[in-house]
C-alpha cells in the first residue's frame, strides 16, 4: 500500500475509483477520496454485487442464499498496487485502481472474475509453465441513440459523411475518425496501455483494436479498461461505441480473439515447440484440450443471448472448434510464427465477454488438454465453415446446460462460481424472453 500511496501523491490524485468487476464485466464499486482511500486501505462490497446480472436483478432466492450469506455481508476488496491507472478523461485528478475479493477470514471470493483467472494462472504457475495472451478487440462506433427500439446508424465523420458498404482494413474510413482515435490513444497511453495497431474491420464503423502479448492478468485488467476508455472517448466525439457480440442486422459481429501460448517459466522458451521447431506434443494436447473443452465452457466466451447471433449461419464468424494452420475459418487458427512465438488464436470468444472470465476459461481448456494429454483432430485445409463434427451449442440455453454438467469447470473454478454464473445468465435470459421484439411486431402483428 505504501508503494500505491507514493504514486496516488505523484500524480496529485484526489479521487479514487475503486473498481471490482462482475461476472458481466460491468465496473462496479465506489468513489472515494483519496486521503479516505489511503487510510481504510481497500473498501467493503456486499458480496451480492457478484450475483448481479446486467439488468440489475439477482439470482432466485434459494439459490442466492445457497450461495451467499443470508444476513447480505460485506466482502472485503483490496487495492491490487499494480493495477492503479488514471482516469485521463476526468475533470479532476482521479485514479482507477482495481481491487480483489476476499472474505472475512482473507479466502479468495470465487465468485470474483478476476479471481478466477488468478486460480488458472496458479496451476499453470504449479506446473512450472507461463501463459503468455494477446486480446484482439473488435467493436462498432454507431450514431448515439436515446431508442433501443430502433436499429443502429453508422456515424458521421470527418467528410460529414456515413460510412456505407464493407470498408476492410481501408485507411481513409478509419481516418474519418481521427479526433476521437487520437483521443482514445491518448488516453490509452496515459494509462500505460499496451494496445498495438488500429484496423478498420469488415462491418460499417466496426473497428479493431490489437493488444501486444503478455502476462494474461494484466492483459485482461487492461481490456477491462479499454472498454470504459473507448466508451468515454466515443461519448467526448458524440458517438457510441458498442462491444456487442452482434450489435448491427446484416454486419459481422465482433470477436475477442485471444492469442496464447506457454513458456517455460525457468527458461522462458516455449513449451509448444520442440528444438528441432516442430509443434510440440503439449502444444497438440493443448489444442485437444481447447477443442474439448470449449463447447463445455461457452457461455464463458459467448455469454449472452446476443452472442450466439454472431454464430449465425453466413457470418464470419468461425463456428467450430477445428484448427488449422493460417486458416481463419477454424475456431482455433494456428498462425504462421517462428517456434518461439508458436500459438493458438481462438476464435472463438465474444467482444462481449468478461475478459478475465474469457481469458481463464481458454487457458484452462488448454491446460486440462496439456494435462490429460488429450489429441486434436487433423488439421484442417481449405475451408472449415462446413464441418459438422466438434459441434458447438446454438443457443445460450443449450450451452449452459452443458456448462453446468462440465465435472472439469466445476472442479477447477468451482460448484459455488459454475452455479452462480449460469444462474446469472439465465436470470437475463429469461429477462430477454419477456421482451417482444420488433421482427414479432412486423411480421406476426397482422398477420396471424
Known sequence: MKDLESWLKERRITEVECLVTDITGIARGKITPVSKFVAEKGMRLPESVLLQSVT??????DIYYSLLDPADIDMICKPDGGAAYPVPWALEPTAQVIHDCFDKMGNPIELSARNQLK???ALYADRGWRPIVAPEM????????EDPDLPLQPPIGRSGRQETGRQSFSI???NEFDPLFEDMYDWCEAQGLDIDTLVHEEGT??????FRHGDPLTLADQVFLFKRT??????????AATFMAKPVTNEPGSAMHIHQSVLDARSGKSIFSNPDGTMSRLFLHHIGGLQRFIPESLPLMAPNVNSFRRFLPDTSAPVNVEWGEENRTCGLRVPDSTPQNRRVENRLPGADANAYLAIAASLLCGYLGMIQKLHPSAPVQGRAFERRNLRLPFTLEQALERMEHCAELETYMGHKFVTGFVAVKRVENENYKRVISSWEREFLLLSV
Open 56 to 61: 440489475g436483478d439477482y439470482v432466485q432466492d
Open 205 to 210: 464503423a466496426q473497428m479493431e483494436i490489437n
Open 138 to 145: 473488435e467493436f462498432y462506433l454507431t450514431k448515439r441513440c
Open 119 to 121: 486460480k488458472v494462472l
Open 172 to 174: 481513409d474510413a478509419a
Open 230 to 239: 473507448m466508451r468515454e472517448a466515443a461519448l467526448k466525439h458524440d458517438v
